[in-house]
């Protein structure tokens, strides 16, 4: 069965269609591996990306595979 990036929302929470579309996007693109490049394009380019005890700022630390295996 394929992976479905439809969003769920508590009743009575209303997210904006736009909002919605683009996270659904967002971590679709994040488990695609050769989507770098989109990926990196869902942040500006001086964004701060922290994930558990890791950081980098910028755009070349927003690709998900180099963030992983990059040591920091």
């Given at each position: 069965?394929?992976?479905s990036?439809?969003?769920?929302?508590?009743?009575?929470?209303?997210?904006?269609?736009?909002?919605?579309?683009?996270?659904e996007?967002?971590y679709?693109t994040?488990?695609?591996?050769?989507a770098?490049?989109?990926?990196?394009?869902?942040?500006?380019?001086?964004?701060?990306?922290?994930?558990?005890?890791k950081?980098?700022?910028?755009?070349e630390?927003?690709?998900p595979?180099?963030?992983y295996?990059?040591?920091?």
């Amino acid at each position: 069965m394929a992976h479905s990036y439809k969003s769920e929302y508590p009743a009575g929470v209303q997210v904006d269609d736009g909002i919605k579309a683009f996270f659904e996007e967002f971590y679709k693109t994040s488990d695609t591996p050769d989507a770098h490049e989109k990926y990196a394009d869902s942040f500006t380019g001086d964004a701060a990306l922290v994930m558990a005890s890791k950081k980098v700022v910028g755009r070349e630390g927003t690709d998900p595979y180099h963030f992983y295996n990059c040591g920091i």
